[in-house]
């Protein structure tokens, strides 16, 4: 595979794994501040943060750690 395919998907994967950490973190917000009870059950809730988390760490293990994380942050927003 060329060298410049390769980079293309690096950063594509990298977007996905900022994407899926900033559903996580918007979780474990909604959980901290209690608001997740104006929008799920907490069966719901619960099942969802659970996905999130494994999203979450699925995406660590296949993309690499941005060089400069707060830049990939930024861009992926």
Same mark, same amino acid.
């Given at each position: 595979? &060329?060298? $410049?395919? *390769? =980079?293309? %998907? +690096?950063?594509? #994967? @990298?977007?996905? @794994?900022? %994407? =899926? !950490?900033? @559903? %996580?973190?918007?979780?474990?917000?909604? *959980? !901290?501040?209690?608001?997740?009870?104006?929008?799920? $059950? !907490?069966?719901?809730? %619960?099942?969802?943060?659970?996905? =999130?988390?494994?999203? $979450?760490? /699925?995406? $660590?293990?296949?993309? #690499?750690? &941005? &060089?400069?994380? +707060?830049? !990939?942050? /930024?861009?992926?927003?």
């Amino acid at each position: 595979m &060329p060298q $410049s395919r *390769c =980079a293309h %998907l +690096d950063e594509v #994967s @990298r977007k996905w @794994r900022a %994407l =899926a !950490e900033r @559903r %996580l973190a918007h979780f474990v917000e909604l *959980c !901290e501040t209690g608001r997740w009870k104006r929008y799920f $059950s !907490e069966e719901e809730f %619960l099942r969802r943060m659970r996905e =999130a988390m494994a999203v $979450s760490a /699925r995406w $660590s293990e296949i993309a #690499s750690k &941005p &060089p400069n994380e +707060d830049e !990939e942050w /930024r861009a992926a927003a």
